[in-house]
């Protein structure tokens, strides 16, 4: 029998010492393998590290990121210190890939060399039934699709969830691993267990049915010139009955309401549409490619669905479920913000099982960048 629990703290305090002392006394005598720290960015990530670290034990394996917003149970926070301490039956290899931006392909491949070597393994013999990979990355060098391909080169079935580690006002990011603090680094976190497990992910949105082909890209493959052979943002408004100027990200009927998504099985991955540029060209959050074909989609019940997921979904994906790390769009929480749904989405979270997370800057799920979701990795038990 095997189970993995998940016990969490945060705090407001300002000071790293203080807030460290603050999460060692809720977690009281607990004995975690494995911590994860998420806070603002303009908090003193060095002190506030060492502080923590200080705090743990010597043989707990510490990783985090700078946020832009932070998650427990009781939902989600802003400017505080959240942590999660996961015990049970779990094993954990680290792995830290510099140099992202230049290189983020060898990054991918540095880290998870690295975290396979902490647990005697080669990353072409990990089980994909009892390993699964947690990413986070430096979100502002924009190099996921190019990091997942050196993470999985190896290893094309090795799940992975994670998010990327950023901060609204300052534009940059920091991610923790262990003692370390460091920026233009992937980390990815590899976990062994014998208890249940799942890679979940979330959206609010429905299929319409209604489909648009890309037909043209610039060279960077992430800017649309041309959706049916017409002027990208022209032919989108007019898809939605709107104007081009109403397309804008956070709009109410623009492009956080009517996205587009890649039908993968039954599943749908969406690809959002990001910003309209001067020259009436598309910014894509993700890769595009000339010739495919998406589907538009509809915003949905935005805090139901959230919460139908968290309290029916997962425990029909996981058994018992005891723990849940989340990665959640910082564009949901926006989007949410602007529609006058930010309060309920944040309740929506008193749904799932004890839990830790962040608002990231982009998401991944397996081999995709993804975006206007919410990844989750849980672990439950089997006694």
């Not at 603090?181 to 049915?209: E, M």
Request: hydrophobic fraction near 45%; glycine fraction near 10%.
């Amino acid at each position: 029998m095997a189970k993995v629990q998940l016990y969490s703290a945060r705090t407001h305090e300002t000071d790293p010492v203080r807030a460290a002392e603050a999460i060692a006394a809720q977690l009281g005598d607990v004995k975690p393998k494995l911590v994860t720290l998420y806070h603002a960015r303009e908090r003193d990530a060095a002190a506030l590290n060492r502080a923590l670290r200080e705090r743990l034990p010597a043989d707990c394996r510490l990783i985090g990121a700078t946020t832009g917003g932070e998650i427990d149970k009781d939902g989600i926070h802003a400017g505080a210190v959240v942590v999660g301490a996961l015990v049970g039956d779990l094993e954990v290899g680290l792995g830290l890939g510099a140099g992202l931006s230049s290189d983020a392909i060898g990054a991918g491949s540095r880290a998870i060399e690295r975290a396979c070597s902490e647990l005697g393994i080669r990353p072409a013999d990990i089980d994909p039934r009892k390993y699964v990979g947690l990413v986070i990355d430096d979100a502002f060098q924009h190099k996921k699709e190019e990091l997942l391909l050196g993470v999985l080169e190896r290893n094309q079935a090795l799940i992975l969830v994670g998010g990327g580690a950023g901060d609204t006002a300052q534009q940059s990011s920091l991610i923790h691993m262990d003692g370390e603090v460091v920026g233009d680094a992937v980390l990815v976190a590899l976990i062994r267990t014998d208890a249940p497990w799942a890679a979940l992910r979330s959206h609010w949105y429905l299929p319409t049915g209604q489909m648009i082909r890309v037909t043209k890209t610039d060279a960077t493959c992430k800017r649309v010139l041309e959706i049916d052979g017409k002027p990208a943002a022209a032919r989108y408004a007019e898809l939605l009955g709107v104007e081009v100027e109403d397309l804008e990200f956070g709009k109410p009927h623009g492009f956080a309401a009517r996205p587009t998504a890649l039908k993968v099985g039954r599943e749908y991955f969406i690809r959002a549409p990001w910003k309209v540029m001067p020259d009436g060209s598309i910014l894509f959050a993700n890769l595009m490619q000339e010739d495919t074909e998406l589907e538009l989609m509809q915003v949905g019940d935005m805090a139901e669905l959230t919460r139908r997921f968290l309290e029916h979904e997962m425990p029909m994906r996981v058994r018992n479920p005891q723990a849940a790390l989340y990665f959640h769009c910082s564009g949901r929480m926006w989007f949410a913000q602007s529609m006058g749904q930010a309060s309920a989405l944040s309740e929506a979270f008193r749904a799932g099982p004890p839990a830790v997370g962040f608002n990231c800057y982009f998401e991944m799920y397996s081999g995709f960048h993804i975006n206007t979701t919410l990844t989750v990795l849980a672990f439950g038990s089997n006694e």
